[in-house]
């Protein structure tokens, strides 16, 4: 299995930045693709962004186009959301997970890990 480990959020205001950082550990996650996801308060995950295992493809949900940039560093094995103009609607709980890169975006990673608390005031 791999874990997955977020941080980098926290409290900001509007039109505020965040970077978030996602750290694997038990296997390199360096042949799969690696994608963010969210969860607002009362419902259920959605899709954020994506990259592929190389870095070379990223997609992203249209509320987030132009705002947030996916990439990743495999020397590493961590990936990163960078989160630029936030609003409100961004305040979720933020998770990473692997796969295979597509539509939709296929998990194979058995487990999640905690999420990384993203709060966005007005």
């Known amino acids: 299995q791999v874990q997955l480990v977020e941080s980098g959020g926290g409290l900001v205001q509007a039109g505020g930045s965040l970077r978030l950082s996602c750290t694997a550990s038990g296997r390199t996650i360096s042949t799969y693709a690696v994608a963010w996801f969210r969860q607002h308060p009362g419902k259920e995950r959605e899709f954020v962004a994506a990259?592929?295992?190389?870095?070379?493809?990223?997609y992203y949900t249209d509320s987030v186009k132009g705002r947030f940039t996916i990439s990743r560093d495999n020397a590493k094995n961590t990936a990163f959301l960078q989160m630029k103009s936030l609003k409100p609607e961004d305040t979720a709980v933020y998770y990473c997970?692997?796969?295979?890169?597509?539509?939709?975006?296929?998990?194979?990673?058995?487990?999640w890990g905690q999420g990384t608390q993203v709060t966005v005031s007005s």
């Open positions: 997970q692997i796969g295979q890169f597509g539509t939709p975006f296929t998990i194979l990673n058995q487990y």
């Open positions: 990259i592929s295992w190389s870095g070379g493809s990223t």
